[in-house]
């Protein structure tokens, strides 16, 4: 800093500056946390942004959380832009529209369109074909989906904020490999309170995600027998995208900024009919998918679609009364909970998956077959049901589909969550420019921080 002075400016006013600039650079440049391991595995790297919290926002005194700065590198990376706004992005995704093509009996129905969005293949054209990464609340995510077309929270969201979907970018390694529920059955007689297979009471969901918000919930474990959570669900690795901050969670929690499935309409119909574009001739509508109850493609899965042989589709029946029928199982006991969850397990519909030419699946986000943001370091859950009761499927490292008995095998966990990126924006603190040399002429009288250009009330 360099002073022309017509008088000896006074120490106390040069201690004031110096104060005044070192403060601004400790509350400005904070350490952000390398990005951790990612799925990537080629040589083309998804764009780091960095991360979007502020670093130690639950005891920052503004109680703001979210960086402006890096927020607006999210705007600019999306758009392929420079000094894009929120306001830019909000509009761009409210004049796009999602096209998604599967294979039915009925060409009419063979596009999947959501309008109000953009998914993981328009977001990575933007961006140079690339992915994008950034960290939220200490973890690492990759967006796969924006959208406006949304609904109204019970967390103060509103119908047409904009929602970015987030999968975390690897198989979490301090959770490790786990079982998805604590028994295997085949039966799904309509006298029982669960089915073996069902996300919303299970193991993986209630306890391994923390799920069932701020009082948590019962998992099965039988097919009419259940226990909560044992331990401080409050310390739990997710409480933060789980528990709201008027659990002892307090103001680390980030549900506020998050939105449930039951906000977000193109998890409303989920049809894995459609998604499925392999040779297999018998394909049927699968659990824990859709949090829609309806049956016309809108409020919930069209039943009306078949696979092109045009034999197969809905709900499996099974092989004997109330047995391995998946028309029982969405009608057990708390099936559709998990819509109101913060933090989930992504679907197969959702994420696509790629075996071979003859056996692949679409991904309703948008992820092209075998692109590297579908791959892991390890093998990992999904939410989804296959057509029988005892048995889940779940990813490969290599992004492609296997199922066991939902008690058989420990595999890796890869949750998503919906961030609320409007209510973000109204949560943001930006780093003060470090001042560069500035002149200052002492006139003879008191003189006050805030009468140079280099100062302001920030």
Known sequence: MKLTKKKLISLSTLLLIFALVLSSAILSFGIVNPLSSNAYTSSTLPKSIGSITLENYEERQDK????????DKLYNTVLNQASATYEDLLNAVNNSTSELTGVTNDASKNINSQSKSMNFAQIAQSSGQQAITLEFGGLTWNIVYLTTNTNDGANGGKQGDL???LWLSDADTEIGNVKWREFTSTSTDESNL???????????RVEILNGGGDGGANYATGLNSSKSVEGDRSNHRYSAFTMS??????DRSLTKFLATPSQVNYQIAENFVWSYTGNNTSVYLVTNEAWGNG????????????????LTGGWYTGTAANTNDTRQVIKKQNYYDWKNDYLWLPSITETGYFNSVNEKCVSLWGIPQSNNISKSS????LRTGSYLAATLWYLTAAGGENYDNTNAISLGVRPAIHLNLTQAQKSIARDQDAPSDVSIEYAGKALKIDQDSFANST
């Open 64 to 71: 703001r959380v979210f960086d402006g700065n890096i927020l």
């Open 163 to 165: 929602i970015a979907t």
């Open 194 to 204: 669960y089915a073996s297979n069902v996300y919303s009471t299970s193991k993986m």
């Open 245 to 250: 901050s008027s659990t002892a969670v307090g």
């Open 295 to 310: 049956t016309d493609g809108i409020t919930g899965p069209d039943l009306s679609i078949k696979h092109p042989n045009g």
């Open 378 to 381: 390890k093998n990992i859950w």
